[in-house]
T-cell receptor
Framework: KAGVTQTPRYLIKTRGQQVTLSCSPI?????VSWYQQTPGQGLQFLFE???????NKGNFPGRFSGRQFSNSRSEMNVSTLELGDSALYLC????????????FGPGTRLTVL | GENVEQHPSTLSVQEGDSAVIKCTYS??????FPWYKQELGKRPQLIID?????GEKKDQRIAVTLNKTAKHFSLHITETQPEDSAVYFC???????????FGTGTQLKVEL
């Protein structure tokens, strides 16, 4: 099976712009979570989706939003970008059937200038 | 909410020695504790995990122990090899969802 994929892998934006990141989970996985990784704050949970519904949300401002499609692919959007949004954005999909394991994608490296 | 503390932040060992990384968590309702290894420029990869109803789990050179009373869990790597050099993250999950609260990471360096 192919692993979790994320596009694009690298992105450069300027302050005030918005960005959309995409995540395709492992085939058969219906649960997708998003995390932000920065040197200062480490790995922080953004939100999770299951069957197109947001199940949980982390402590991030409303500029961060996401959605999940019927094929389980997920997107996250960041509006009005700030310099502090520069980070590696990781998504993870979880095996179905009640198991706990989450598999991470390679991430999207976002740089805000 | 959950808070996870991880120590040490850096750890240097000689090849063949053992390495131990410790984490404490705050929410007694946490029920799942994975450990991830992240090499430079790569994605975090699960190396071992443990559920709250188990005290210890081992997979070849890697083991995790959990003390629910003290709310701490530890990663043990024996016979370390240079390829073990990476950043290791512990995490805790409360409830049945996906939200993982991560520790701040330990940079492990295995020296020849």
């Amino acid at each position: 099976k192919a692993g979790v994929t994320q596009t694009p892998r690298y992105l450069i934006k300027t302050r005030g712009q918005q960005v959309t990141l995409s995540c395709s989970p492992i085939s058969g996985h219906r649960s997708v979570s998003w995390y932000q990784q920065t040197p200062g704050q480490g790995l922080q949970f953004l939100f999770e989706y299951f069957s197109e519904t947001q199940r949980n949300k982390g402590n991030f401002p409303g500029r961060f939003s996401g959605r999940q499609f019927s094929n389980s692919r997920s997107e996250m959007n960041v509006s009005t970008l700030e310099l502090g949004d520069s980070a590696l954005y990781l998504c993870a999909s979880r095996t179905p059937g009640g198991t706990d394991t989450q598999y991470f994608g390679p991430g999207t490296r976002l740089t805000v200038l | 909410g959950e808070n996870v503390e991880q120590h040490p932040s850096t750890l240097s060992v000689q090849e063949g020695d053992s390495a131990v990384i410790k984490c404490t968590y705050s929410d007694s309702a946490s029920n799942y504790f994975p450990w991830y290894k992240q090499e430079l420029g790569k994605r975090p990869q699960l190396i071992i995990d443990i559920r709250s109803n188990v005290g210890e789990k081992k997979d070849q050179r890697i083991a995790v122990t959990l003390n629910k009373t003290a709310k701490h869990f530890s990663l043990h790597i024996t016979e370390t090899q240079p390829e073990d050099s990476a950043v290791y993250f512990c995490a805790a999950r409360t409830g049945g969802g996906n939200k993982l609260t991560f520790g701040t990471g330990t940079q492990l360096k295995v020296e020849l």
